[in-house]
């Protein structure tokens, strides 16, 4: 019998990748989701009946318990960006990591992977790192075999940094932390972090993964703008001004019912304020013995849907190219 990997978060943007991994490994994988008949998406990654989505929601321990049944590994891919609610930071970096991890630890579970973030800092200025840094404490504390692995921004065809970013509407294209450095990391290098963790002989603790290219958030939106061929004025917001305007744009996001989408949050514009990068003196990608990808060689496989011809571009460039 094959052995079955557990995935929390399993039909989300990272998570869909580990569970595509898992299942070309050979695994059985069981895709834990909160609506898992959306999540039949995940299907196809194996054979029939190799790779399930099942029901479960982290917040309750019956479902978490259950979706374990049986399982070698586990994998938690979870996250919200709600500081508030339900869903809140506590309930689910927290709360609901902590219950994976004692769980997994009750039910002899062999392997737990879990998937935080670059930033989690119990004295961060935000309370998404402070609730990552809690999250991690509370997986170590019943879990402490387990792999923790901190991606800084992570960038693929399903993204919602690049793809958010790049489908703005109008001539400008305001942002918050233009000057901070982040480090973005291909989603299949992270995935690939998390098979070799749940498959290889890979120390337990902490590991920040970061791809090969260092820039600033200006810098990224200035390389993106080149890559989809479109002429907008980068504004960076100062940090004084982008705290009232996050206010408002939650403010209008709540008293419209969720019409108007929170693009900004105040937290968000805390975090913004840090470099987003691989600590010099931490474990990373090369102690997985992962190669990490450039985004020079991914992105402009998704971005050109953003160009104002799309594919025809390339065409339209190449026929300019003749005639000069
Ligand atoms: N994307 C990035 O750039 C980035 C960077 C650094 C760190 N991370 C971290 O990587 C992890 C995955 O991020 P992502 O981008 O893949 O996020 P995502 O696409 O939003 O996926 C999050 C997943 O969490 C699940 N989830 C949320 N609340 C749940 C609950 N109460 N019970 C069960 N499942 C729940 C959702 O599943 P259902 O809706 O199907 O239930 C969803 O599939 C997160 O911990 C995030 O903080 C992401």
New binding site residues.
């Given amino acids: 019998m094959a052995q079955l990997v557990t995935i929390?978060?399993g039909?989300?943007?990272?998570?869909r990748h580990v569970a595509r991994r898992m299942a070309q490994a050979g695994w059985r994988v069981r895709v834990?989701?909160?609506?898992p008949n959306l999540?039949g998406f995940v299907r196809p990654y194996g054979v029939v009946g190799q790779v399930e989505p099942v029901f479960?929601?982290?917040?309750d321990d019956a479902s978490v318990a259950a979706a374990m049944v049986g399982a070698d590994a586990v994998v938690n891919?979870?996250?919200?960006f709600d500081s508030s609610g339900r869903?809140s930071f506590d309930a689910?970096h927290v709360e609901?990591a902590g219950r994976i991890a004692r769980l997994a630890a009750a039910a002899g579970v062999g392997r737990l992977v879990h998937?935080?973030?670059i930033g989690a800092d119990a004295d961060s200025a935000s309370a998404y790192g402070r609730s990552k840094a809690a999250g991690e404490a509370a997986v170590l504390a019943h879990f402490p075999g387990a792999v923790i692995l901190r991606?800084?921004?992570?960038f693929g065809v399903d993204?919602?940094?690049f793809n958010r970013f790049a489908g703005m509407p109008g001539l400008v294209l305001p942002i918050v932390g233009g000057g901070s450095r982040f480090q973005p990391v291909w989603v299949d290098d992270v995935a690939e972090a998390a098979q070799v963790a749940l498959t290889g002989d890979v120390a337990a603790g902490v590991y920040e993964l970061g791809g090969p290219d260092v820039a600033t958030l200006r810098e990224l939106m200035e390389d993106m703008l080149i890559e989809i061929r479109r002429r907008r004025l980068v504004i960076n917001l100062p940090f004084w001004l982008a705290r009232p305007v996050a206010g408002l744009v939650t403010f209008a996001n709540i008293m419209s019912l969720g019409i108007v989408p929170r693009l900004l949050t105040i937290d968000q514009v805390e975090q913004l304020r840090s470099d987003n990068v691989v600590s010099p003196d931490a474990r990373g990608l090369a102690d997985l013995g992962i190669t990490p990808v450039a985004m020079a060689a991914i992105v402009p496989e998704y971005l050109w849907r953003f160009r104002p011809s799309g594919q025809y571009l390339a065409i339209k460039e190449s026929a300019r190219d003749l005639r000069d």
């Fill in positions: 929390f978060g039909s989300g943007f990272v998570g834990v989701s909160r609506d999540a479960g929601n982290i917040r891919c979870t996250g919200t869903n689910v609901g998937v935080s973030a991606p800084s921004v992570i993204d919602s940094f």
